[in-house]
């Protein structure tokens, strides 16, 4: 079994930074997970946003982020971070982090375990 638990989220105001991190519990298992996180918007279907594999040297952004987020992990604490730069209003979601799915095309229905998510709201 594999639990994971974001935090971070926040209200922050266009053009500033946040950082999310999630913790996962599993033992070696969780650490040899493909991770990532994906975002929901009101009205809208979960996306994905990045994924990092579990050697942490291939990544997935989405177009829209590119440039602007960072994925990162550390596999001593088994966790998993979201560096968000240059914030825009459009980023405004709940923000889940999961596991166990693929990197080079990541889609919830690949990925059988998710976080609760965190708020994440940008001021315009």
């Known amino acids: 079994q594999v639990q994971l638990v974001e935090s971070g989220g926040g209200l922050v105001q266009a053009g500033g930074s946040l950082r999310l991190s999630c913790a996962a519990s599993?033992?070696?298992?969780?650490?040899?997970?493909?991770k990532g996180w994906f975002r929901q918007a009101p009205g809208k279907e979960r996306e994905p946003v990045a994924a990092i594999n579990w050697t942490g040297d291939r990544t997935y952004y989405t177009d829209s982020v590119k440039g602007r987020f960072t994925i990162s992990r550390d596999n001593a604490k088994d966790t998993v971070q979201l560096q968000m730069n240059t914030l825009k209003p459009e980023d405004t979601a709940v923000y889940y982090c999961?596991?166990?799915?693929?990197?080079?095309?990541?889609?919830?229905?690949?990925?059988?375990?998710w976080g609760q998510g965190t708020q994440v709201t940008v001021s315009s």
């Open positions: 599993g033992g070696t298992f969780s650490r040899r997970l493909n």
């Open positions: 999961a596991a166990g799915g693929s990197i080079s095309l990541p889609t919830p229905t690949g990925y059988p375990w």
